[in-house]
């Protein structure tokens, strides 16, 4: 998978060659770009953002560098780009939302700042792949750098290969639409707490019943929307 993304602050992906998804580069799974937006900017200042037409609080972030930037990805990729705009605006990020896109082959994320992007440029970029404005939640954030770099970790650990041992994946939160069981390891008792008497037990049936269960009564109380659908 190769993922593009244009942002203002770079810097702030530097944390992502870490760990898993570095080793999801270094390994080749995935290719991962960061360019600066104001590499398309020609003027002395590397203006990116101008005050709305209309007129309102804060700055807009003007569209030429962005189609700039858009026109320069898009050119020599083997596959039409999915274009992601972080906003809090957009469609929420769900598990179900990082496998489809861990299926694609090409994604652009454009990360936004101030009080948006021009309209125009989600038009203009639907010329040249699929565009997605994808929320994290209902809460604000001050840029889209922070919700790409979440979305891009949930992808990225989806890419065959990049978790070492795929089972680990299924049995997870979300994945099949309930919050994960709990877990326990050794001591069997610490400061006077006890591991629950039937994961010592060795009887499988039992253990997976209770896991289930353990499933269900944390999906009711913490996350009962989950359980409406
Ligand atoms: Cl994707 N962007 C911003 N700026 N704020 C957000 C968000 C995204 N998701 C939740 N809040």
Known sequence: MRIDVLSIFP??????????????????????????????????????????????????????PWGLALDELATG????????????AGEVFTQAKARELAAREHLIFGCGRYEGIDERVFD????????????LGDYVLNGGEVATMAMIEAIGRLIPGVVGNP?????????DGLLEYPSYTKPSIWRDRAVPEVLLSGNHARIAAWRREQQLERTRTRRPDLLDG
């Open 11 to 64: 810097s702030y992906f530097d944390g992502l060659t870490l760990s898993l998804l570095g080793k999801a580069r270094d390994s080749g799974l995935l290719e991962l770009h960061v360019r600066d937006l104001r590499e398309w900017t020609s003027d002395r200042h590397r203006t990116v953002d101008d005050t709305p037409y209309g007129g309102g609080a804060g700055m807009v972030m003007k569209p030429e």
């Open 77 to 88: 990729a083997s596959a039409v780009p999915t274009i992601i705009f972080p906003s809090p």
């Open 124 to 135: 203009y970029a639907a010329t040249i792949g699929e565009v997605r404005l994808i929320s």
């Open 167 to 175: 089972e680990s994946l299924v049995e997870e939160s979300h994945e």
